[in-house]
């Protein structure tokens, strides 16, 4: 793993399990600002939302609400408080070996940054809940960077924060089409997708996945390799 100096990983679907916590909290959010479940409009939004699992949430409200900034706001705070509380209620738990993974990575002299469309209160509660505080060498969420996924500010941040001199030495691995978007727009050798999450292979070959694995487990064999 020594031609490698940095792995992006996404957190929900590749990291951690989701378990369903992103729609339930979609619906609770959604709810807030007069969309009820069951309609069709509930359907058609709920449909965009597993779409574009991986973006920003703040972007996906404003797609959904027509560019309603004071309904995407509240929409996205519902959200985000409904996931906080299901990671309260201990509906929170990592992806089989996934901190194995990550302690490897460093161990090899690889650093990992975990990245999230969240917002910091949301990731730094899961991290909390996980015991993940301390556990890579850095944790962004889109407001830190500039712009979500599928942009390449997540990435780069990472890059320019932890001191990698070369893009070629990156691997992004997520769970979503927009996650291996962002790595390809980076410029990372590695773009890889995972079966854990959202999407499936097709999707993920679709978006123009460099690999897919069949869960972050697989991550340091394909950099040794």
Request: proline share 3%; hydrophobic share 50%; glycine share 12%.
């Amino acid at each position: 793993m020594t031609n490698y100096q940095l792995a992006v990983l996404d957190m929900a679907g590749t990291t951690v399990a989701d378990d369903g916590l992103v729609v339930e909290a979609f619906t609770r959010a959604i709810g807030a600002v007069g969309v009820e479940p069951g309609t069709a409009d509930f359907e058609r939004k709920l449909g965009y939302v597993h779409d574009t699992m991986g973006e920003s949430k703040i972007t996906v409200f404003r797609a959904l609400l027509d560019g309603d900034e004071e309904r995407a706001r509240a929409a996205n705070l519902a959200f985000e408080s409904a996931y906080a509380d299901l990671v309260a209620e201990g509906r929170c738990a990592p992806i089989e070996g996934a901190e194995d993974t990550i302690r490897a990575l460093r161990a090899a002299g690889v650093k990992v940054a975990l990245t999230t469309g969240f917002g910091r209160p949301t990731q730094d509660a899961i991290l909390a809940a996980l015991g993940w505080a301390d556990l890579a060498d850095l944790t962004l969420c889109p407001a830190e960077a500039g712009r979500g996924r599928p942009h390449p500010d997540l990435v780069l941040t990472a890059v320019l924060r932890l001191g990698v001199d070369d893009l070629r030495a990156v691997a992004v691995v997520g769970d979503t089409a927009f996650d291996v978007l962002t790595g390809l727009r980076s410029g990372a050798s590695i773009a890889a997708g995972v079966l854990t999450g959202a999407h499936d292979r097709a999707a993920l070959e679709a978006a123009g996945a460099t690999h897919v694995l069949g869960s972050i487990r697989d991550l340091p064999a394909l950099l040794q390799g």
